[in-house]
């Protein structure tokens, strides 16, 4: 993502609340603040659908260039701010990057095959989704693959077999990603239901006496 750019208006470091956030989105504009060591904190406003574009086509950990008309800098995003009934995108942190200092960032997990184990009856049990990476901004993956289709039925997989180039895995090797599990027996579903049922009524000794 590297050739992305987008177009920043700057913003009046006064200008906060509710009311403001109206006003931008009214006028299809996201607020955001951009971070950095040198620059500090610059509120602006970003084109609302061009950024949703980005997060779609590209990730959160997408890395691009924001121009603020007189300067420009290369950055990615630090924290999204969502409205939680709506799920409509509410502020944007960014963070500037040094192009040649490594960054830490999640990467989600992409399975890929169909596991031998599953194909017996096996159900995949996730631990993990992603994993945590050490790396420079530009070799950031949209995500890692995991291949799964040579798991039989009580096979795992971990961090430690994943593989990646031009990256550090920080998360624990020995972190379980998945597991085929047997598929529950009938008779362990019965029992469980006859437990249920056996459940005394509370109080229902008391009454009759």
Not at 82 to 95: M, T
Request: glycine share 6%; net charge negative; hydrophobic share 40%.
């Amino acid at each position: 993502m590297e050739n992305v750019v987008l177009k920043a208006e700057l913003r009046q470091k006064e200008g906060k609340g509710k009311g403001v956030t109206r006003r931008l989105r009214a006028a299809g504009k996201l607020p955001a603040v951009v971070y950095g060591e040198k620059i500090g904190h610059i509120p602006v406003a970003l084109d609302l659908k061009s950024f949703q574009h980005l997060l779609h086509d590209a990730g959160e950990n997408a890395v691009f260039k924001l121009d603020m008309s007189d300067s420009s800098s290369m950055v990615m995003v630090k924290e999204l701010q969502w409205e939680p009934i709506r799920r409509e995108l509410l502020h944007a942190d960014l963070y500037q990057l040094n192009m040649k200092n490594k960054v830490k960032v999640s990467v989600p997990i992409h399975l890929e095959g169909d596991a031998v184990g599953e194909r017996e009856g096996g159900v995949q049990q996730h631990q993990a989704r992603e994993v945590e990476v050490e790396c420079l901004p530009m070799d950031i993956p949209e995500y890692i693959t995991l291949d799964i289709s040579l798991l039989e039925i009580g096979d795992s997989l971990y961090v430690k077999d994943l593989k990646a180039e031009d990256l550090d895995i920080i998360t624990d090797p020995e972190e379980i990603i998945i597991t085929i599990v047997p598929p529950a027996r009938e008779e362990e579903v019965e029992e469980v239901t006859d437990e249920f049922q056996e459940v005394p009524e509370v109080g229902k000794e008391e009454t009759e006496e």
